[in-house]
């Protein structure tokens, strides 16, 4: 029970402190899973550089949104829509982050 608490500490220091580099081996989004049934409205992305792309994936490969990050906070905020403009169904996805300089990979659940 106390590593665990340490992680959850770990985890919110590193949500209020973003990291705003180059380099993206700390980013992810949260909340995962997504459940607007809990209250979750947007998937926050976090730790990103200060310019970079987020591309979303459904599983067949098909792009679901792209979003661009540039005001330098390192967080940018998704409201789980796709480029249309529709809510995005349940289901798992893929995330791609990518700088200049590297690029992340990650995964989102969407639960309906």
């Keep these: 029970m106390r590593n665990w608490l340490i992680i959850l500490a770990v985890g919110i220091l590193l949500s ?10 700390m980013a992810y989004a ?11 409205r947007q998937i926050v992305f976090t730790n990103l550089a200060s310019e970079c792309t987020i591309k979303v994936f459904a599983p067949s490969g098909s792009l679901v949104a792209t979003m661009t ?3 330098g906070t ?13 809510a995005v169904a349940g289901g798992a996805y893929y995330y791609l982050v ?15």
Excluded: C, M, T
């Excluded at 209020?16 to 993206?24: E, F, G, V």
């Excluded at 949260?30 to 979750?40: C, D, I, L, N």
């Excluded at 390192?74 to 529709?86: A, F, L, R, Y």
């Design 16 to 25: 209020a402190y973003p990291i705003s580099a180059a380099d993206l081996s």
């Design 30 to 40: 949260y909340p995962v899973p997504f459940k607007p049934s809990e209250g979750h």
């Design 69 to 71: 990050e540039a005001s």
């Design 74 to 86: 390192g967080q940018h905020i998704w409201d789980v829509k796709n480029d249309g403009g529709e």
């Design 98 to 112: 990518q700088s200049e300089n590297d690029k992340q990979i990650g995964k989102l659940v969407i639960i309906r």
